[in-house]
């Protein structure tokens, strides 16, 4: 195959593409492969890309549509059989099994499935049923699958997903890693002394924060109640949840209400990739009580900024942070065990340091961007040599 790869990538949402992945489809085109990106793009998006991608706007719900269920395959099996892709790369679990239904009816052969998780395993009833269903047959119609991590790995064996051949893992585990250059690239002290009087909050506050969607999933009620318990004898502890609202799986109205009307709790919205990090250096402490997990890239970034970390012992987290060394890890759905890890490493600085310095030097071993994006070339390069007439 004289010409270069095809490579088409999709996922749901923009937000997932540029968390996620942007950066390895850029370096991929770098080494030689044409790119085309598909989603359903916020304002922007396809201004920040097109210099090294073809980016097509495909307009597709997060929650459960029966139109799109017929509409999407449908659409993309017209666009993958007019542009005659070699590779679709898919995450999140629509787009992704959108995409697996079109390539196979566009005859692409090469279907690969990067899966970040598995939704379905948080859902109860009727719902988990419907997502185990939808997850079996995205796996089934895919030809070969990333797993995140190697516990998201046989946990997708174990549940009978997919064969043990099928399903394999990059690395340690991970999607792009954690851009350390970005994390030393600012004045931290600077950086959060302006974000704290921009949020109104004290210079020597101390700090719980959050990064991610702002839904059920992530631990969100747990998380304020713990806090809750915290604050009785600390008035300096603050909570600050950057990110977005997720009303497709939505915290009760009632915690929310509760938090809105906590004058230590700050809702900053959702903030550029690029301002993350700063928004981090304000943080005394990352708390990330989620219930399920891909690989927990938030974790590594906090590493990245030398932050210690609590979060829970899911597959995923328990993967990137060592309990006790790098991080504290918690039994999840749990506020009570929250609240104590909160209030231990609140009340221990130099625990607080220990973890800080253990998780800089584990990121720098692991997840320094550059040496996640090299195996992920090397996988795909390892894909696409097997594609027919290589």
Request: aromatic share 8%; proline share 3%; hydrophobic share 40%.
């Amino acid at each position: 195959m004289n010409r270069k790869v095809k490579i088409c990538a999709l996922s749901t949402i923009s937000k997932t593409m540029d968390w996620f992945i942007v950066d390895n489809m850029r370096n991929l085109s770098k080494n030689g492969y044409d790119v085309t990106l598909i989603c359903n793009m916020d304002d922007g998006f396809a201004e920040r890309n097109s210099d090294y991608a073809q980016c097509i706007d495909l307009k597709m719900s997060r929650g459960i549509s029966v139109s799109d269920l017929f509409r999407i395959p449908l659409k993309l099996r017209h666009i993958f059989k007019e542009n005659k892709f070699d590779i679709i790369y898919y995450m999140t679990p629509n787009a992704a099994f959108y995409a697996s239904i079109g390539g196979i009816l566009a005859g692409i052969h090469t279907r690969v499935y990067c899966q970040a998780g598995l939704r379905y395993v948080s859902a109860s009833g009727g719902k988990r049923v419907i997502f185990k269903m939808i997850e079996k047959m995205t796996c089934a119609f895919s030809i070969t699958i990333r797993a995140v991590s190697l516990m998201n790995r046989q946990l997708a064996i174990d549940e009978g997903l997919c064969s043990g051949d099928k399903i394999s893992v990059v690395g340690i585990g991970g999607t792009v890693g954690v851009e350390l250059s970005a994390c030393d690239s600012f004045d931290h002290q600077k950086k959060r002394k302006a974000l704290r009087e921009k949020y109104g909050i004290a210079k020597d506050a101390f700090v719980y924060g959050y990064v991610g969607r702002i839904n059920r999933d992530k631990g969100i009620s747990e998380l304020i109640e713990a806090f809750e318990k915290v604050q009785i004898n600390r008035e300096n502890a603050w909570l600050v949840l950057v990110g977005m609202v997720d009303d497709t799986n939505a915290v009760p109205t009632e915690m929310m209400d509760r938090a809105r009307r906590n004058h230590n709790i700050v809702f900053t919205g959702n903030v550029p990739p690029e301002d993350v990090y700063k928004h981090m250096a304000m943080f005394d402490v990352l708390t990330h009580p989620t219930y399920r997990e891909g690989f927990g890239k938030v974790l590594q970034e906090a590493m990245g900024m030398s932050l210690p970390i609590i979060s829970t012992n899911v597959p995923g987290p328990s993967e990137v942070v060592e309990n006790g060394i790098s991080g504290i890890l918690v039994e999840a759905k749990n506020p009570e065990a929250l609240a104590e890890a909160m209030i231990e490493v609140y009340s221990n600085e130099a625990l607080r340091v220990s973890l800080a310095n253990a998780g800089r030097k584990r990121a720098e071993k692991y997840f320094d961007r550059p040496i996640m994006l090299n195996n992920l070339l090397l996988d795909m390069n390892s894909i696409a040599s097997s594609i027919k007439g290589e």
